[in-house]
């Protein structure tokens, strides 16, 4: 869309979902531009031309340039979101930028997305209009963020790829928000509702369905040795029941749910809280019985009302050797380190990706939460390590 008019337009998008206009080279078309072309030589454009516009509760995407402004004027900028690499690009002779916009472009909570060019600030706005196909396009925008399920591949970056199978809670309970902390764009909120635990509680018991879960596949190939970290965050009311399940590694199918890997066919090195917010590593390795092993319980006890940093490093053994480790870290402190681990019986078994997988449980409703709940995430890293 190019917003160029000789005398007086108006741009105003509205729940509206725009993306794939350019791709992401240098100098790519713009998403959105406002653009004053005909003001006299011997005047500013900004003076000359009525060139309005505003956008309100949008989503831009897949492009280059998101906000590119030249004789900005009467910008109004309202909860929309992006994932462009300029979010927003004041350019020459915009005496109008707005403070609203100035806020949004340093705090980078919601970078969003329109230009609007000249006339006089104090001019009221056309009618907001929603784009042809926005309906069909945009993404349920819940009042708590965009879910999980359309949000994912831009949250958790181009090196993870989200597997269909398997998956549960995106829709409706895992939301991207804007960050609160400006060391993280976005975060994500995962929520349990009172009374749920795991899906298997709620397929026997009847408790309501929990938190959400989903497989991220390495898109450059698995791994034998893999360095993956993020940030997650408990309210300081949390209350942690007897325990629940945090994000970690997998390879294979056999990953949770009781079905122990027979040294050929899985593995995974989820995290647990438990009572208290005692951590551990919680992993499903051939030696495993009837559930998951717990390594290092106690070793560490996950804070709340903050942000934690907390980092595993796991390398697999070498097939008919036991020496295979995990290394834990929180906030940059090791806290657990366990060696002599058995996690395959073949080569062909290695880390797929990261099991995102959060929910209270355990596997019957005395796990399940009393009350609402949410947890945090943010920045997902992982990186693959040399083998030893």
């Known amino acids: 869309m190019d917003g160029r008019t000789r005398r007086e337009s108006r741009m105003t998008p509205a729940d ?16 959105l531009a406002g653009h004053a072309t005909t003001a006299p030589p011997t005047s500013r454009s900004v003076d000359a031309l009525n060139v309005y516009g505003k956008q309100i509760n949008g989503r831009f995407h897949h492009a280059h340039l998101g906000v590119y402004t030249h004789n900005a004027h009467g910008m109004d900028l309202i909860d929309s ?6 979010g927003l690009d004041p350019h020459d002779d915009g005496p109008g930028m707005t403070g609203r916009a100035a806020v949004v472009a340093l705090t980078a909570s919601a970078l969003l997305l329109l230009a609007a060019c000249g006339g006089n600030a104090g001019d009221a706005f056309a009618p907001p209009i929603v784009l042809p196909g926005a309906a069909e396009a945009t993404p349920a925008r819940a009042p708590d963020g965009i879910p999980l399920q359309q949000a994912a591949p831009d949250f958790f970056g181009a090196s993870l790829t989200p597997r269909e199978r398997g998956s549960f809670g995106l829709a ?8 609160d902390d400006p060391r993280f764009a976005r975060i994500l909120r995962v929520r349990f509702p009172a009374g749920s635990a795991s899906q298997k509680s709620s397929h026997e018991d009847g408790t309501p ?46 990953t949770g749910g009781g079905k122990i890997p027979d040294g050929s066919d899985g593995m995974s090195t989820r995290y647990m809280w438990r009572a208290a917010g005692i951590g551990e590593v919680y992993a499903y390795l051939p030696t495993s019985h009837d559930h998951g092993t717990s390594l ?7 804070p709340t009302g903050r942000w934690t940093h907390i980092e595993q490093e796991v390398r697999l053994n070498t097939p008919g050797s036991p020496d295979g480790s ?33 929910f209270f449980g355990g596997d019957d409703a005395t796990w ?15 990186t693959p390590l040399p083998p030893s």
């Open 16 to 31: 509206s979902d725009l993306g794939y206009l350019a791709n992401h080279a240098p100098r790519a078309t713009v998403s």
């Open 81 to 86: 979101d992006h994932d462009i690499a300029y």
């Open 172 to 179: 409706d309970r895992a939301h991207v928000l804007p960050s």
């Open 209 to 254: 369905e929990g938190g959400a879960q989903v497989y991220l596949l390495f898109a450059d190939g698995p791994g034998d040795a893999v360095r993956f970290s993020y940030h997650v965050r408990f309210p300081a009311d949390f209350a942690f029941v007897k325990g629940g399940k945090l994000p970690g590694l997998f390879g294979g199918s056999k």
């Open 296 to 302: 290092g319980r106690g070793a560490w006890t996950f």
């Open 326 to 358: 995990i290394t834990v870290r929180l906030d940059g402190r090791q806290v657990l380190h366990q060696d002599a681990l058995t996690f395959r019986t073949t080569p062909d078994l290695h880390i797929d990706g990261v099991f995102f997988s959060t």
């Open 368 to 382: 399940a939460t009393p009350a609402d709940q949410h947890i945090d995430f943010a920045a997902f890293r992982v």
